[in-house]
């Protein structure tokens, strides 16, 4: 029988194959967007290649982050139960489905006129390198889990992703209640201008 | 249309972050204060479960107890089937009726469990079923007099079945609860300390009468090797420091107490300096659901923001057209948006993306 470890694997290595596209490709359409030499050079069929691509992958990958976080969460508790590092797996898989809902969004509201503004473009690619930056942490919290060492060992400062943030019940509800409002109120409050 | 769009991306965020909420109990249903019945549905239902192969022995730190005093209760159990999650729950009970049936109904006091916690059910993992497993409980006596029967039971899976064992068969084992004798040694005032972190030493204090001199022990479960440390007295008590862990683990100890007449000890309690049991995964939850959310919110609207410039401009057409484009392009400007040979139904970004090769293809210029 095939453990949910196996699962996790090829889980987690297609949500950080399609979160590397689509950084490449939205941080590429960012630059050319924000230096004009670049978008001369590039052929504009590329360009919009590298859009549809990111697009595509963005929305591929974070459709694979909850089978990603099932598969890891029945693997560590067939691995002994949850630790603090397997808890901070957790919350930064948060701020990955985050960022990458923020990509997702931005072009599905702009389409591809998004790479015509600046700051709509910045934001893209900052969104979409955060995004890519927590898909890397969460691999390294996993390559410290199973294998005790990580590639993020090399670098000569500590991240202090290893240890959990020590919050209670109730404060994590608050807040909890808190985004949950913010999100709705963005959602259904905020106007959302028609792009043509 | 608009209020259901938006309602429908707020279930479908909400069913793919809720998925790690949503477990199955083959993964267990972590410690916790539970009657035996607790997992019946599925472990004692005829037609999903088998009987389990596994081989329980309780024994007793001692035969007796006196009204509030200490008693630990250990289970061997092994030659149990084993699941992939190779997870087994241990109950230790007062009967096997499946209700009402942990110590607490009876008045007993679980002071610590083997994972370091306070719970009469403790899940277990197994690395080999020949072995088996070692559970221990500490607890304090009710305060009334009497005779209480224990029972351990048992919950595992296996062969794609669930499982069930229990020690009713062999009558489990009874301990009468008799009066405190006179000048008997005995903790006054003492909350026995179950966790710690790793690296640091723990110092235990407690309040004893009747006695005078006490010591501490202490041994890692599943050696022999006892270790012996010589308690001070203070003016809040009597005092003794435990090693350092080193690594995730536990250790168990207890308080030797003697005076002229007596010498007796306390329960083992379990120390455990192990993370996976003093995690709490429901605020990483919602704060994994809180993060999502408050960044999408955050980008969602700075986009719907800055994308108010775009209702105003016009799509920057020379953009999309880069010298290296227009290599295999004239410099005519008959290629417009409302150019006649334009197909109906093509967006304006499909015409300028394919338009010029559509051109081509029909033998035009572009």
Known sequence: ?196 | MWILNRLLILGVLACLLSSPVMEANPGGNGDGTRDFACGGACHADPDISQPSSAVITVNTDRESTYVDGPLTITAEISGMELSDRRLVGVFLTTGTFGVDDSPDDSGWIVTSDANGGTSNYVEMHVLDSTAGISVSWSLTAPPVEGVTTFHIGIHHGGGGAARLADTSDNGGISIAVGPIPENFPQLSDWTPVTQREIGASTTLEAKIVNVTSVNLEWQIPGTNTMQSISAESTSNGWQASLPAALAEGALEYRWRLSNQDFETTSAWTTLSSDSASSVDVNPARLLMLTLAMITASLLISLQRFMANDLISSEPKMEQLESPKDRIFQTDSPTFTMDDPRRPVGWTDEQWTHYGPDYISNLGGVV
């Open chain 1, 1 to 196: 029988m095939v453990s949910t470890a196996v699962f996790h694997a090829i889980s987690t290595e297609m949500v950080v194959g399609s979160f590397a596209i689509a950084a490449l490709g939205s941080i590429t359409c960012a630059v050319a967007t924000l230096i004009p030499s670049i978008r001369e050079r590039m052929p504009s069929r590329l360009h919009m290649q590298l859009d549809s691509a990111a697009y595509i992958a963005s929305i591929f990958g974070i459709l694979m982050v909850p089978l990603a976080i099932v598969t890891g969460y029945l693997t560590a508790e067939s691995m002994g139960g949850q630790n603090g590092m397997s808890l901070n797996k957790m919350i930064f898989s948060g701020l990955c489905i985050g960022f990458w809902s923020g990509v997702i969004s931005g072009r599905r509201l702009c389409g591809y006129r998004l790479w015509d503004h600046r700051g709509l473009a910045i934001l893209q690619g900052c969104s979409a390198l955060a995004g890519f930056t927590t898909t890397v942490i969460l691999g390294s919290l996993g390559g410290q889990l199973g294998r005790g060492e990580t590639a993020l060992d090399l670098l000569p400062f500590d991240l202090g992703i290893y240890t959990p943030p020590s919050i209670g019940i109730v404060p994590a509800l608050v807040l909890f209640l808190f985004s949950g409002l913010a999100l709705g109120s963005v959602l259904f409050l905020q106007s959302r201008p028609v792009i043509e």
